[in-house]
């Protein structure tokens, strides 16, 4: 049985040398998802000593995210999947932590929440993560603090339950809603997350995008609960009102 680590990256140069890094102590084999980068960051991870997997055009993070799943699935040796993202954001030094609450409360999907965490998330950001998560938690039915958090570890049998269809950046809501219809066993468990700069893509568009298609999900996966998104906003505000420590506060 072995551990893996599947890291997807759209040009990461400057951050993903760092990354493998600091991943690699804590797991048995490495995959980053090459997703048409143009900055050379998978040759940079191929020489770093990582399976690399490349797409040679961009076609999204859930399709980055479907390529390693299908990866795990075609080798059954692999015990548990790591996510984690390739810009430095995450520390993967909570990855031993997460893999042991994994297996001693014998779920499937640990999801490393920021919320329950510290982060020094923009302010004008967390409003949007929290409507997002909020509008994944009514749709889905089951509830996390961050539904939109890229580190989460994943049993063998997550990995071969799950069946993703998003491309973009939907795909984290996805597997809630996946997890749902599969009653897989879901938790969350803190983490620390850093930004760092200016983000790369607006984040309203972004947000929106997410959020169309969580209500997208909810239709065509769970109508039944269609209504109770209207509840998102108040939601919302709640989940941002149970705001926890952001780094430099304690
Ligand atoms: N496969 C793939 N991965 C991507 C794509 N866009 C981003 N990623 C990766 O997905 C992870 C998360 O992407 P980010 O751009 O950091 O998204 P985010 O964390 O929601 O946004 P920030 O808060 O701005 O960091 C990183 O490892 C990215 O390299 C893409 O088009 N395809
Ligand atoms: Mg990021």
Wanted: hydrophobic share 40%.
């Amino acid at each position: 049985m072995s551990v893996a680590a599947a890291i997807p990256v759209y040009n990461e140069l400057a951050s993903i040398g760092g990354v493998l890094q600091a991943v690699s102590p804590h797991v048995d084999r490495i995959i980053v998802i090459d997703d048409g980068s143009t900055d050379g960051c998978g040759s940079l991870a191929a020489e770093a000593g990582a399976e690399v997997l490349s797409h040679e055009r961009n076609q999204g993070k859930g399709v980055g995210l479907r390529t390693a799943l299908t990866w795990a699935k075609a080798r059954p040796d692999i015990s548990e999947l790591v996510l984690i993202d390739g810009d430095g954001q995450h520390d993967p030094a909570d990855i031993p932590r997460m893999l042991g609450e994994l297996r001693r409360e014998k779920l499937d999907i640990l999801v490393g929440s920021r919320f329950l965490g510290q982060n020094n998330a923009p302010l004008y950001r967390l409003f949007g993560l929290h409507v997002l998560t909020a509008s994944t938690r009514l749709g889905s039915g089951i509830a996390l603090t961050d539904s939109q958090s890229g580190f989460r570890v994943l049993s063998r049998h997550a990995i071969e339950q799950l069946e993703l269809r998003e491309g973009a950046f939907a795909v984290e809501s996805e597997m809630q809603f996946e997890a749902a219809l599969k009653g897989l066993q879901v938790s969350e468990t803190p983490i620390t997350i850093r930004y760092a700069g200016a983000a790369r893509r607006s984040p309203v568009a972004h947000g929106v995008s997410v959020l169309i298609r969580t209500i997208l999900l909810t239709a065509r996966r769970r109508p039944q609960r269609l209504p109770l998104l209207i509840a998102t906003p108040f939601l919302a505000v709640r989940i941002g009102r149970t705001r926890p420590a952001r780094i430099g506060e304690r």
